[in-house]
């Protein structure tokens, strides 16, 4: 997963962090609580739960994580222990297998037609193909890939519905992507959700989410040109009761004699995917919307129309490589108004316009956790903002916080910044972004203050600090020159923040 609006003196990034407990406007005599974990799935992820208490809101946090857990153990390609990694070293006999796996491979089946062979669990191959290229610095050749399309296929299983068996036939290497970690999504929050006294549940693991129960929640979908997690989003949704999924290409990917290659690959001709940047998609069952949205990464406009009238109540937003918007008709049925672009683009013109350079310009921060084992670790509360060479608050550019009860915890912004921070209206948005690596975030700050008004050049200091739960506390000073000049500057880690740097550069 994972892009946040805020008010006109605040740019809060991110997501609320650990163990909230806040009113809910949608609900009556509930509270919501939210907590965040890093390295789940290989990604991020975060749980809230509309709950009568926190021990309630544990109980379902707790059962939801369990099934993440149970489900990673059959289905993960990545755990050697794994039912579905002991059945691929298997071959040409019958094996009995869970009701889980034999779910989900009965759905790659569905799929792999449903979309005419652009969702196939047989794509590794490819994948692999391109990844030995990066690491060579030379593209494949047409030999290669057609080798590779051969592959991709064949028959790599044949299931026995009657007996519930599956027979692995090739050699291939398979993952079980696309849409099984919304599969595994919807079945955490089904499982939250049974849980006694819990009204709501939202799972948001790396971008796919699942909204259930009686909850509204709001949606903010990720620009993909977009370089920062503080970023305007391109569209923000209003969603009950329904799944949403977003792939794209932005995030992940080869980097092969200077020219980005996707992590997405078409199976049918060998080749990655990239004239869609990324697709939004929202349906009623969440593995509809993760396998429309990773299919629709591969396949042409019309195509993907084509399947999206396949599924009943799909709703989707593309965005072409040329920056074209390509929405499903009843996607502004969906929607919730933004700022109005052309007073905004009014009000930033007469901001900036006597502000030279730095009109130009904009300080990237990028940080990345210290990560702890697979496991559900919390991820600390940061705080990440500038000061003048007075020590005077200039702009939070972003925090990622808990109630009042933990706002101390981040001391030093806490002090210059704790009547605040209320003022962010979109405080419970969740995000739908491109999955994201485990714990690495950016941020921007475009030189402006609280108010919106242009600094001044001169020195500053850009400040990060970190608070974990049952951890360490952390403050990070850089000093730094806000001028025209561009620069990089890395910063030591600690305990909580594995590495952190600036770098100040053209927009």
Partial sequence: MKRLIFSCFLAFSLLVSMGIAAPNPKTSNKHMYVSHFENVLGTSMEVKVVASSQQAAT??????????????????????????????????????????????????????????????????????????????????????????????????????????????????????????????????????????????????????LVVSGNLSETIQISDPKADAENERPLDQLLIRNKAVATSGNYRRGELIEGHWYSHIVDPRTGIPADNILSATVVADNATDAGALATAFNVMNPVESEQLASKVPGAEYLIITRDGERIQSKGWASLALPLENKAEAALNNQIKWTNAGWANEYELLVNLEIN?????????????????????????????????????????????????????????????????????????????????????????????????REHGTYQLMRQEFDWNESPKQITLAGNVEIAAASIECKKK
């Avoid at 857990?69 to 009995?96: C, N, P």
């Avoid at 009965?106 to 799929?111: A, N, Q, V």
């Avoid at 405080?427 to 690495?440: C, E, L, V, W």
């Fill in 59 to 208: 109980i379902a946090e707790t059962a939801a994580k369990h099934e993440i857990s149970r489900l990673s153990k059959i289905l993960s390609a990545y755990d050697a222990g794994s039912e579905f990694s002991q059945w691929m070293h298997t071959s040409q006999k019958a094996v009995a297998i869970s009701p889980e796996l034999f779910e989900v491979l009965s759905l790659f089946d569905e799929w792999r037609v449903k979309s005419n062979g652009a969702l196939d669990a047989s794509a590794e191959v490819i994948t692999k193909l391109w990844k030995q290229a990066a690491g060579k610095q030379k593209l494949p050749t047409e030999t290669e890939l057609a080798q590779s399309v051969a592959e991709v296929q064949k028959t790599h299983w044949l299931l026995d519905p009657n007996n519930h068996t599956a027979i692995h036939m090739s050699n291939a290497p398979l993952m079980l992507n696309s849409f099984v970690k919304s599969y595994i999504i919807k079945q955490a929050t089904a499982a939250a959700l049974a849980s006694p006294k819990t009204e709501a549940v939202v799972i948001n693991i790396g971008g796919d």
């Fill in 371 to 467: 990560l702890q084992k697979e496991g559900f670790a919390k991820r600390p509360y940061v705080a990440v903002w500038v000061e003048d060479e007075n020590h005077a608050a200039v702009r939070t550019i972003s925090v990622w916080h808990a109630t009042d009860r933990y706002m101390p915890e981040l001391k030093s912004w806490y002090l210059k910044y704790r009547g605040l921070y209320t003022s962010d209206k979109n405080f419970y948005s969740s995000i739908t972004s491109a999955t994201r690596s485990a714990g690495k975030y950016t941020v921007k700050w475009d030189g402006k203050d609280d108010k919106g008004e242009v600094v001044k050049p001169g020195k500053y200091t850009l400040k990060i600090e970190a608070s």
